[in-house]
Structure formats: structure tokens, C-alpha cells
């Protein structure tokens, strides 16, 4: 699970890099940083889930709000095979 969040972390951040020089980060690494870091979140709340059993999924417990929201980044601003197909589109021409 550090594996995954320490890559997405990176990721991110390497994104976002060049927007402190005042320009954009290039398109082809914010898709990279978005569909690696949702589907990291993904995989690391359903581990969580796994290792804390029934409690990770009962009412209100944190795991259970991490695992949803987790879920969510995969529909919000574009399904990862939309955003995937973007990137391609770049790296194609």
C-alpha cells in the first residue's frame, strides 16, 4: 500500500512541477498522475477493507468513507479508459 501512494505521490507531483514555473503541466502527465493516484486509491482502500474485515466496512467507520470516495474518483471527471484514450491520442499525434 506505501508503494502505491508514495508512486501516485510522485506522480502528482511531477505533474504539478512545471505549474510552479508559471506554465501548465503537460497534459500527458496530468492524465498519467489522475488515473495512476485514482486507481492506486482505489487498490489501497479495498486493501485496508480486506485487512480490517467487517469493521472496515461498518457505517461510518473511516475505511468505509475512504473506500467510497475512492470509488467516486474513478466516475468523477472522466472514467480512467476515457481519460486513457486522451492520453493515447497525445502520445500518438
Do not use: H
Request: charged share 20%; proline share 2%.
Amino acid at each position: 500500500m506505501y508503494v502505491e501512494v508514495e508512486a501516485g505521490r510522485a506522480l502528482a507531483q511531477a505533474a504539478l512541477s512545471a505549474e510552479y514555473g508559471g506554465a501548465r503541466p503537460p497534459l500527458d502527465q496530468a492524465l498519467a498522475a489522475k488515473i495512476f493516484c485514482s486507481q492506486a486509491a482505489l487498490k489501497v482502500a479495498g486493501d485496508a477493507v480486506e485487512l480490517l474485515g467487517a469493521r472496515g466496512l461498518a457505517e461510518g467507520a473511516l475505511i468505509e468513507k475512504l473506500f467510497r470516495d475512492a470509488r467516486t474518483t474513478t466516475a468523477e471527471q472522466g472514467t480512467n479508459e476515457v481519460l486513457a484514450l486522451t492520453g493515447a491520442r497525445l502520445l500518438l499525434g
